[in-house]
């Protein structure tokens, strides 16, 4: 949970930015998780978050079929510098891989 926030922090922080881009499965969004107030909060930290310049939100639609997040979430980080290569890193129920 830290993690996610100090990520959301770095996504305003001008001496050392993050670049988010965010894939969402039109499916997350109908699933009525938490009740209505809770994603009319979601859904309004989203649109907020997605007018960051450095903010890509993308939904995924049903018409894309089958694809891998399916599986579950994952996160491709990539590093500024070159010697550093791309991590996946696969979040699963019992937790998660890098």
């Known amino acids: 949970m830290?993690?996610?926030?100090?990520?959301q922090?770095?996504?305003?922080?001008?001496?050392?930015?993050?670049?988010?881009?965010?894939v969402i499965d039109e499916a997350?969004?109908?699933?009525?998780i938490g009740g209505p107030d809770v994603m009319r909060a979601q859904l309004t930290?989203?649109?907020?978050?997605?007018e960051l310049d450095r903010v890509t939100v993308q939904i995924l639609p049903y018409s894309a079929?089958?694809?891998d997040g399916m599986n579950g979430a994952f996160t491709v980080l990539?590093?500024?510098e070159p010697d550093d290569?791309?991590?996946?890193y696969v979040h699963h129920v019992a937790g998660a891989l890098p």
């Open 2 to 7: 830290k993690v996610r926030q100090i990520r």
């Open 9 to 22: 922090e770095r996504l305003t922080d001008d001496e050392y930015p993050l670049e988010l881009v965010a």
């Open 28 to 32: 997350a969004l109908h699933r009525p």
């Open 45 to 50: 930290h989203l649109q907020l978050v997605g």
């Open 65 to 67: 079929g089958r694809h």
């Open 78 to 80: 990539e590093f500024p």
């Open 85 to 88: 290569p791309e991590l996946l």
